[in-house]
């Protein structure tokens, strides 16, 4: 059988193969449903397939195999590119990518042997064809998938910019106020913890920020544990915490032995920007529940607690992927999508891990459960994940 029509026939035992190895490709793919996983491949081998049946004459080949086939066009991109695109978007590096189109090729190519072809000259060169075909749906796809990452780059530049200016012009206002207070020799308890919140902010931003692009250097987090009492370094957050937001009720309470070892400025980061998170989605006349528990020998649990939105099980493991943002995030303004990728970093490097709960009744829950003596992590927690 010509290996064109082999594709169009064994097509699903093709994808089921192709699905599996992407379902390895961790941890972009973890929050993806298997119909995301084998969205376009299904379609970028029907084009490779249609390809190869069309006649094709010597230089439109040549043409090919220098890489100058013909080039998508952005109105009607091919399904390589559009799965270029689509992959930039779930968070998937670029190795991926091509993992996935290697894939693709092995898996074919395997196949076809196993149904034991008779080889001769056409058939070798069908395989050329193939082979072609495949590394053009390749070129396309990473095209596609550089634009996005440069998009999505330009974006993430946009957002930390907004986001650093709103603080900073609360932080250049109050200090007009105070010099103007000054001159009139006038108290302005007010402007000068507006100052403070505003930097509070900024620190808080640059903080997650620096985290996130040291994970792209592949430099990962390392965490310093030293013995401490968690209830403490809790009621410390929370008092600062309720200094940044007045306004809002933010409560505490503790149960257990609460002698750990924990690295202290990580776990005060992981519970500021769980509270920060909280206070930002949750119902404003609702308090903001911060529980410690001491579980048993081995085990305390932080958890933070609100009522308001529920968040849908399908965007709750993807909400601690680094950039995504949950559907009511707009409402809000404009943040990173950053906050819960550190948490869940802080958390494994801790060796332990976070979790949530979500639901009309019960209200919003995120868990941060962590050993009772952590040891110093030497690997990166971040698990190599690039910047796009
Ligand atoms: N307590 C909560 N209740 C409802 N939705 C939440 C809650 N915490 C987080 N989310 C959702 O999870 C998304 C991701 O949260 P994350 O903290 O990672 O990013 P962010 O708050 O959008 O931005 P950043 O923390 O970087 O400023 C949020 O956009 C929001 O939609
Ligand atoms: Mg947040």
Redesign the pocket.
Do not use: C, H, P
């Given at each position: 059988m010509a290996l064109s029509e082999f594709i169009t026939q064994h097509q699903e035992a093709i994808l089921s193969e192709c699905e599996a190895f992407a379902q390895t490709l961790l941890p972009a793919a973890a929050s993806m449903d298997k119909a995301a996983l084998r969205d376009h491949a299904a379609q970028v081998l029907a084009a490779i397939a249609l390809d190869m049946k069309q006649p094709q004459t010597g230089r439109a080949q040549r043409a090919k195999s220098h890489g100058r086939g013909p080039a998508p066009s952005s109105d009607n991109p091919t399904a390589a590119a559009l799965h270029g695109e689509l992959r930039a978007a779930a968070g998937f590096d670029v190795n991926q990518t091509t993992a996935e189109f290697r894939s693709l090729r092995a898996s074919v190519i395997r196949l076809w042997f196993e149904s034991k072809p008779q080889l001769g000259r056409d058939e070798v060169f069908e395989l050329v064809r193939f082979n072609e075909a495949m590394d053009q749906a390749l070129a396309e796809s990473i095209l596609y998938f550089a634009a996005e990452a440069a998009h999505m780059r330009t974006l993430f530049l946009g957002v930390l910019s907004h986001?650093l200016r709103t603080p900073l012009a609360t932080i250049m206002a109050s200090g007009q106020s105070l010099v103007l207070a000054q001159r009139l020799q006038r108290p302005v308890p007010e402007a000068a913890d507006r100052v403070l919140r505003a930097g509070k902010r900024i620190e808080s931003?640059l903080d997650?920020l620096l985290d996130f692009v040291r994970s792209g250097l592949g430099e990962g987090m390392r965490v310093a544990p030293v013995p401490l009492d968690l209830g403490k370094v809790c009621e410390r957050v929370v008092g600062e915490l309720q200094s940044v937001y007045p306004e809002r009720a933010i409560t505490l309470a503790r149960s257990g032995d609460m002698a750990c070892t924990c690295d202290e400025q990580r776990i005060a980061q992981a519970l500021s920007?769980l509270v920060?998170?909280?206070v930002?989605?949750?119902r404003p006349d609702k308090p903001v529940e911060v529980t410690v528990v001491g579980v048993d020998e081995v085990e305390l649990v932080i958890s933070v607690a609100?009522k308001?939105?529920v968040?849908s099980a399908e965007t709750r493991d993807s909400?601690f992927e680094p950039l995504?943002?949950?559907?009511?995030?707009d409402h809000f303004g404009v943040?990173?999508?950053?906050?819960?990728?550190i948490v869940k970093e802080i958390a494994t490097a801790h060796g332990g891990s976070v979790a949530v709960d979500?639901s009309a009744e019960g209200g919003?829950a995120?868990r941060i459960r962590l050993p009772r003596h952590a040891n110093e992590a030497e690997v990166s927690a971040f698990g190599g994940l690039k910047l796009n």
């Open positions: 986001e931003l997650d920007n920060g998170n909280a930002k989605y949750g609100n308001g939105a968040i909400l995504v943002r949950g559907a009511g995030g943040n990173l999508g950053l906050g819960l990728y979500s919003t995120f």
